[in-house]
Structure formats: structure tokens, C-alpha cells
């Protein structure tokens, strides 16, 4: 099974369309979790996770631990906020390191893909921070895939004048954003598309070979 998670706090954006395409293309069985409805604290260094890997907060992220124990593979995407990960994002991938004490790495070999989306296309700091946690659980990277994201100053209902956003910075000042103005959707990001396809398209078919392998 793959675990797609989108960490992104709207249900409905770049972020999330971005990792059910991929989940899709895989041809796999996949479960999604968007985590925009979830309550996620972040790690509280209490350290009762060390004897037996299993965090003791109890909050919307232990089932999410769950899944990722079950899953073989794990999408995980998440947006740009102030040059880090939105803080959803951050505290659910903070809260994995109840599964690396004593020696023993409970995410290890299972495989993993992260989609960061930023104003930038050419920024890997995302992809490059979720691949961090993936890395400090042992996981094997398989990609790594950057989209524009679609900046809130374009829909918040200042932009047009408002010197320390994105509208402003783009166009100068403007009366009215005309559809000409906004940024690429999902639907329009050709080559995101395509390299998001294509990694879904290899992750499907190393978890097929491995079932292959051991049957």
C-alpha cells in the first residue's frame, strides 16, 4: 500500500492534486490523508517513545503513524511557508522520530517521494526539507518533484495593492487581477505533470517487481 499525505491546510490545492496524481499514476492501491482537518502537535521531547517506538500524544497523528508503519511507499507533499514547511507538514513529519530509538529505524526501506510546492520552481527547499526526515528514518528516495505554488495574495482580496505581496511584486500596482495575472494552476504545469507521472509510473513498478521477487 502507498500513503499519500498532503500537508498543505487546504484540502483542495496544488499541494493535494499534486500527490493524488502521482498516487494515481502508480497503478497501486494508495490511501490519501489530507491533513488540513487534522490536529497535529508537534514533538514535545518527552521521550516516552524510546522503549517501545510509539508516540504517547494523543492527537489526529497516531493514526497517521499507522499507516505510514503499514504503507510500503509514502507520498508526502507540502507548501511553502515563510522558506520552511507549513507548520502541519513540519509537526507530522517531526513527530516520525518516535519510530528511530534504540537502533532500530521502524520506517527503514520503505520508499519514499516528496513534492514540495513554492513560488519558485527552481527552489528545491521543500523537497529537500521533507527528504531530511525521510532520510533520518532510513527511507530510499525515489524522487523528488517541485510545483509553483498558487501565492494567497492572489485570492486574499488586497493584492492588487499591496506592496509586500506577490500581485505587486509581479504585475506592479494594478487595478483589478484579470485572469491573465494568475499564477499557473495544477492543470497547467505541463512538465510538473509529466515528472510527477513519470515517478508514479517507476514507484508502481519497483513495488511490483518487489511482489514479484517475493512470490
Known amino acids: ?12 490545492g496544488i499541494t493535494s ?24 502537535n508537534g514533538c514535545i521531547g518527552c521521550l516516552h517513545c524510546a ?3 510509539t508516540c504517547k500524544q494523543k492527537d489526529d497523528w ?17 507548501p511553502n511557508y515563510y522558506n520552511n514547511l507549513n507548520a502541519l507538514a513540519h509537526a507530522c513529519l517531526e513527530r516520525t ?19 514540495g510546492v513554492d513560488d519558485s520552481k527552481e527552489d528545491p527547499l521543500i523537497t529537500e526539507l521533507i527528504t531530511k526526515y525521510m532520510k533520518s528514518n532510513h527511507m530510499a528516495i525515489v524522487d523528488e518533484i517541485q510545483l509553483k505554488g498558487y ?51 517507476i514507484l508502481g513498478s519497483i513495488l511490483r517487481n518487489q511482489k514479484n521477487e517475493g512470490s
Open 17 to 40: 492534486q499534486s500527490v493524488k496524481f502521482l498516487l494515481e499514476a502508480t497503478g497501486e492501491n494508495y490511501h490519501y490523508i489530507s491533513l488540513s482537518d487534522k490536529k497535529i
Open 1 to 12: 500500500m502507498i500513503l499519500g499525505i498532503s500537508g498543505s491546510g487546504r484540502p483542495d
Open 62 to 78: 497516531n493514526e497517521i503513524g499507522e499507516k505510514m508503519l503499514k504503507a510500503d511507499a509514502i507520498v508526502f507533499g507540502a
Open 151 to 201: 501565492s494567497q495574495c492572489y485570492t486574499c482580496g488586497y493584492g492588487e495593492n499591496c506592496a509586500a505581496g506577490n500581485v505587486v511584486k509581479d504585475h506592479g500596482f494594478i487595478e483589478k487581477i484579470q485572469e491573465w495575472h494568475l499564477p499557473q494552476d495544477f492543470s497547467e504545469q505541463n512538465k510538473g505533470i509529466y515528472e510527477l507521472h513519470k515517478a508514479g509510473k
Open 97 to 115: 522520530f518516535c519510530f528511530r530509538h534504540r537502533e532500530t529505524f521502524k520506517l527503514a526501506g520503505n520508499l519514499g517521494i516528496a513534492i
Open 51 to 53: 522503549e517501545d517506538a
